[in-house]
């Protein structure tokens, strides 16, 4: 198979005009500079970092609640609609926002599943026939983390996850948990489960920025859920100056779960570069998850989104990856490429 067009190539997104090949194994094998006549723009395709898919079934439910009211477990509104809900329900729900996604040029989710095993296996059957790699982050016991992909922790304020850190670490999964969202009192117990990647980090003080520096414990920042529930923003130039900032879309009970939007909001309110945000919302995640996709360099394996660049949103665009991350939307996506 072969595309072309602008191709945002490597870990820079150098724009290169020419063309992918990708073998039959789904593997990209070349990306070769040639005058082409496609104005397409090719991207690697977003990894989500972080989202709770299964509120699939609340999208805008609970106006006026503060996010305890929201999503504390176990009373706040969703767990209360998510008890409510049939598991037939979750997983259209579920489905339902997978196949967005994957439309909005997703390849893949790291999800924190509430609902234990049972939890983990409606993802897993409501991504059966999408596709998009819906990672499971369980949350509850020990063996739903072993019949998902890792473990997904709410927050060290709410629990002691030693027992549950030690076991992930021993199934070779990765650990990720909530912390500094509402405020900083779980940074510190958060950072010495040594997790495999924090959540949010909206309120870290100065000796935290050390310890993640110290670290390199991989960030995923959710700007605009934390902006919908009041946490206030992350400081995503300090966390960028210290380690890898990857992005999710957080709660499909609060956002859309579209990549394109994170993008620009997190490109407008920061300093971060275009080609900084385009990174975290592909090969950054992707590397928290040791998926073998996110850039567009030969061996990684072809998921890749294309953009028609003359819609009329996208046309006499000056600057492609700036286009890509500040104004591209789902109504610019042609394809979405899954061969690997
Ligand atoms: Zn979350």
């Known amino acids: 198979m072969e595309l072309t067009g602008t191709i945002l190539r490597g870990r820079a997104f150098e724009p290169v005009e020419g063309r992918v090949v990708v073998d039959d194994e789904g593997r990209i094998e070349a990306v070769e500079e040639t005058a082409v006549d496609s104005s397409d723009i090719i991207l690697p395709a ?59 040029g997703t390849a893949a989710c790291l999800d924190f599943r509430e609902g234990d095993v049972e939890g983990v296996r409606a993802l897993k059957e409501a991504a059966d026939g999408t596709d998009v790699d819906a990672l499971a982050f369980a949350r509850g016991s020990v063996e739903a983390m072993e019949e998902g992909d890792g473990f997904g922790a709410s927050g060290a304020n709410d629990d002691d996850f030693e027992y549950e850190r030690r076991a992930t670490r021993e199934a070779g999964k990765p650990f990720g948990i909530h912390a500094g969202e509402v405020d900083e009192t779980d940074i510190d117990p958060a950072l010495d489960l040594e997790p495999d990647f924090l959540v949010h980090m909206v309120h870290p003080e100065p000796d935290h920025l050390d310890r993640v520096a110290e670290s390199e414990v991989p960030i995923v920042v959710c700007p605009r859920s934390n902006l919908v529930t009041d946490a206030g923003l992350p400081p995503v130039e300090d966390l960028h100056e210290r380690t890898t900032v990857a992005l999710g879309t957080d709660n499909v009970m609060l956002n859309s779960p579209s990549m394109f939007r994170e993008m620009e909001f997190l490109a407008k309110f920061s300093d971060l570069s275009a080609p900084d945000v385009l990174r975290a919302a592909t090969a950054n995640g992707a590397e928290i998850a040791d998926l073998e996709y996110g850039l567009i360099e030969p061996g990684r394996k072809a998921r890749l989104t294309v953009l028609d660049g003359e819609t009329p949103n996208l046309e006499g665009a000056r600057d492609p990856v700036r286009a890509v991350v500040r104004r591209a939307g789902v109504d610019d996506v042609r394809e979405v490429v899954t061969a690997g």
């Not at 609340?58 to 305890?68: F, I, N, P, T």
């Not at 009211?69 to 926002?97: F, I, W």
């Open 46 to 104: 977003f990894v989500n970092a972080h989202t709770h898919i299964g509120d699939s079934i609340a999208k805008e439910a609970g106006r006026g609640l503060s996010l305890e009211e929201l999503v504390a477990p176990p009373d706040g509104l969703k767990h209360r609609l998510l008890r409510d809900a049939s598991q037939a329900e979750l997983v259209e729900a579920m489905g339902t926002s997978l196949r967005f996604m994957h439309e909005s």
